[in-house]
């Protein structure tokens, strides 16, 4: 693919897709010298970060952030199977190092390879500070940003990067990138080149501060070594990056080495001080966890964040765990919402009607299933937004009414009431009372039962495939469809390889399948849009798996886009999580509040942990280099 042409000291035009934020970039904090913070003071003026919402915690003049230690050692490696990935990442298998496209399964932590204009801090919920620009700009309207690049920043093969590559980044994810990105970069409408090391970026005006932010930290990408290469295939050629890694041994699969850049042009940054402390990351792959446990018990894995229940309850009792040469703790998890939850693809018609969706969700016994199989490590999540400030409570407030009233009538009148709770069950695995109830849920939607099995009224059996890619969840699943076949669902369950999961979740090809993740302290519309929204509905690789297509949550995702404090957003978004529990397109299922963590005894850190992330391949160290 050729680079497209880039001519100077005129604007691109450019469609695309971002945004999050209301009208004016207002109110939002830079603090110069931890001065003045008003938006008239601060347009036109040469900036160091942008907060959404407040002022910002680092001066112009910081050092580095609180959360890291400037004089951790350097060097040694880190070893580990990531439990967190991002994108068309893959935790069990890659194919690809384009990590930015919807095609390929890439390994997890590429993004350590590119650096951004702009990076965040992990102790605070909605701001950036600058890393390959140097200063960032406002225009009086608060719809244009100029970036005064860092002339020192450089590419691994020693080649600058400049405001050209920029714009081709911007460009090239905005026509090419992963849906994701594409929706990030929706108000995004031009980009200029001033000269070789300024450039500006111009949005639409239906943005506000959020969703810029999200903008600004797209990888950047080398425009020369992508005028020789396809940009828009898998590859496993590794792509010439910036950052503070580039990919080193690899075997497709199995494992990847990242090697830290000694010559790293940004080390020396108040950004950067203190992090990226191993000389080399390697992630190793397995197609399952218990294989991954076992590589951890005899060392091969130096640190893992335990997700099965049953190995926290039962099977850290290995020698080294009794010599304490592992650790085993808890981490406070992060102040981000969180979602784990099953969907049910309403593209089938089967799941259209939110009695089917009440009555499957009355077949999943949390209360049995904590007890007798996670030893009653987890809690029930309730909410899509769970342990956040944007889970509503009670009856609505004041000011969550005003918003409903806003919907003229539009909304259903349970809106009103305490949001929906899931029904507790009796714990023998067997509540007669539940099951009963999504017997008449289903018989409401119009499903009869014959010779024990649930009928549509063409007469087709219900059928319903659980789609999963760990032999760890069939212990949970299989109680789960065994109630589901008690009631007359023909439930079955599919496990499948990860590169075939990952492409069925792409495309859709399921009835009902889980996700875990977890929200940025500040959503944005973008954010959300692909989760909720009519147009991801058939957006291959969004996160919208039901399939949802409903204008009333299209209306409030861009309301919540038009905020302009944080009080606004949380009260926007409690209406919003009342409307989503009443709808049930996901069946919130568990949540353990805390990160389960075992580690080799090598490695320091500084406590406590940011709130706001939990990188340990990039904030730890080794406490000897030569281990």
């Known amino acids: 693919m050729a680079k497209p042409a880039l001519t100077r000291r005129h604007f691109l035009k450019m469609t695309a897709a971002t945004g999050t934020v209301a009208a004016g970039w207002v109110p939002f904090g830079a603090k110069m010298a931890r001065a003045q913070s008003s938006a008239s003071i601060l347009a036109n003026t040469k900036l160091h970060g942008l907060s959404a919402f407040g002022e910002l915690k680092y001066a112009a003049d910081f050092k580095h952030f609180d959360y890291v230690n400037p004089q951790a050692l350097k060097g040694g490696n880190f070893t580990f199977s990531p439990s967190s990935w991002m994108l068309n990442q893959n935790p069990n298998n890659f194919n690809s190092f384009n990590s930015y496209i919807l095609r390929g399964d890439a390994p997890p932590r590429m993004e350590l390879c590119f650096d951004q204009l702009m990076v965040a801090s992990l102790d605070e919920p909605d701001s950036l500070y600058c890393l390959i620009a140097e200063t960032v700009t406002i225009s009086e309207d608060h719809n244009q940003l100029t970036f005064q690049l860092r002339p020192q920043a450089r590419f691994h093969d020693g080649s600058p990067l400049t405001a050209d590559d920029v714009v081709f980044s911007y460009q090239i994810l905005k026509e090419y990138g992963h849906p994701a990105l594409k929706l990030a970069l929706s108000e995004l409408k031009e980009l200029h080149i001033n000269d070789t090391h300024n450039l500006t970026l111009r949005f639409s005006g239906k943005q506000t501060l959020p969703a810029v932010l999200g903008a600004l930290t797209m990888p950047i990408f080398s425009a020369r070594w992508y005028n020789e290469h396809e940009f828009d295939q898998s590859s496993l050629i590794p792509p010439l990056g910036s950052g503070a890694y580039k990919v080193g041994n690899f075997n497709a699969g199995e494992f990847v080495t990242y090697d830290y850049v000694e010559d790293y042009w940004a080390k020396d940054l108040p950004v950067m001080q203190g992090q990226n402390n191993f000389s080399h990351i390697r992630i190793e792959f397995y197609r399952d966890r218990q294989p991954e446990f076992e590589a951890f018990k005899k060392g091969e894995i130096e640190w893992r964040s335990e997700s099965v229940a049953k190995n926290w309850a ?42 089917v969706r009440e009555a499957i969700g009355l077949c999943f016994d949390f209360e049995w299933t904590n007890k007798n199989i996670f030893y009653n490590l987890y809690t029930r999540l309730q909410s899509c937004f769970g342990g956040s400030d944007f889970e509503a409570h009670g009856t609505p407030s004041v000011e969550e009414m005003e918003i409903i009233r806003s919907f003229q009538g539009r909304l259903p009148a349970a809106i009103e009431q305490e949001p929906i709770v899931l029904a507790v069950s009796d714990g023998s695995g067997r509540d007669r009372r539940l099951l009963s109830q999504a017997v008449k849920l289903l018989t409401e939607a119009g499903f009869t039962r014959k010779d024990g099995l649930l009928k549509n009224a063409n007469g087709e059996d219900f059928n319903l495939e659980i789609l999963s890619n760990s032999i760890s969840l069939n212990r949970v699943y299989e109680p789960f469809s065994q109630r589901l076949r008690s009631i007359g669902i023909n439930a079955t369950l599919r496990l499948v390889d990860p590169i075939q999961y990952q492409k069925r979740l792409q495309d859709f090809d399921f009835d009902l399948v889980g996700i875990a993740l977890r929200f940025s302290p500040t959503p944005t519309a973008q954010s959300l849009g692909n989760m909720f929204s009519t147009h991801s509905a058939s957006t291959n690789g969004s996160y919208n798996l039901p399939g949802v297509e409903d204008p009333l949550l299209d209306e409030m995702i861009e309301k919540i886009g038009q905020v302009t404090n944080r009080q606004s957003l949380i009260t926007h978004m409690r209406v919003l999580d009342r409307y989503l529990r009443l709808r049930r397109d996901w069946i919130p299922n568990w949540y353990q509040p805390y990160h389960l963590a075992a580690y080799w005894d090598k490695f320091d850190f500084k406590e406590p942990k940011p709130d706001y992330g939990f990188p340990v391949e990039t904030l730890w160290w080794k406490k000897d280099t030569n281990s």
């Open 314 to 355: 039962t099977e850290y009792n290995f020698p080294a765990v009794q010599q304490k040469r592992v650790i085993k703790r808890n981490f406070t998890r992060e102040k981000t919402p969180v979602m784990q939850a099953w969907a049910l693809n309403q593209r089938r018609e089967n799941f259209k009607d939110v009695r």
